[in-house]
């Protein structure tokens, strides 16, 4: 079945950097885009980032760009998010997504990064 | 402030069916047929419930269904159960930047 599985989150000062990985199984990873959604508490869902199959097509919402950065490594079924110069405004469940037609078809379970003093 | 615009909330009883909104521009909703929507009961992961604006994913009952009239789409629930009470997202592909907006979410309340 497929599985979308993400670690790396955690608790992390202002200005700190974290890298959240999703390692996925059950599916032909290269064959599908895939992104990262994240849901502060208590807030709706914001697309932040996607990367397609080969990796050459990448998208980042304005809250992100130039701090975060996606990357995927086909040959290890992994998807990564690198985050730096974060900010309370980024403490947020980020999920992993499979894109397929624009739709999420399967979400991880989320990490939970919290930026705080 | 989201990209697509949704209510807050809407309500029903057991068995009516209720209608949610998503409207956005002609950049999004209105110029591409990749709307979807989601459903997330708290503390768990989204579920896609309609892609491609009426498209039901296989294990989705048909009480769901989706459509669109110009830059609003439009998600009904008929038959409403009371495991239907959770918010329910949008989103669209969009020719700016990020690539897929989401509304801002609707609770569903079933009375």
């Known amino acids: 079945q497929v599985q979308l599985v993400e670690s790396g989150g955690g608790l992390v000062k202002p200005g700190g950097s974290l890298r959240l990985s999703c390692a996925v199984s059950?599916?032909?990873?290269?064959?599908?885009?895939v992104s990262w959604i994240r849901q502060a508490p208590g807030k709706g869902l914001e697309w932040i980032s996607h990367i397609s199959t080969g990796g050459y097509t990448i998208y980042y919402a304005d809250s992100v760009k130039g701090r975060f950065t996606i990357s995927r490594d086909n040959a290890k079924n992994s998807l990564y998010l690198q985050m730096n110069g974060l900010r309370a405004e980024d403490t947020a469940v980020y999920y992993c997504?499979?894109?397929?037609?624009?739709?999420?078809?399967?979400w991880g379970q989320g990490a939970l990064v919290t930026v705080s003093s | 402030q989201s990209a697509l615009t949704q209510p807050a909330s809407v309500s029903g009883s057991p068995g009516q069916s209720i209608t949610i909104s998503c409207t956005g521009t002609s950049s999004d909703v209105g110029g591409y047929n990749y709307v979807s929507w989601y459903q997330q009961h708290p503390g768990k992961a989204p579920k896609l419930m309609i892609y491609e604006v009426s498209n039901r994913p296989s294990g989705v009952p048909d009480r769901f269904s989706g459509s669109k009239s110009g830059n609003t789409a439009s998600l009904t629930i008929s038959g409403l159960q009371a495991e239907d009470e959770a918010d329910y997202y949008c989103s669209s592909y969009t020719s700016s930047s990020t690539g897929v907006v989401f509304g801002g979410g609707t609770k569903l309340t079933v009375l």
């Open positions: 059950g599916f032909t990873f290269s064959d599908y885009y």
């Open positions: 997504a499979r894109v397929r037609v624009w739709a999420v078809d399967y």
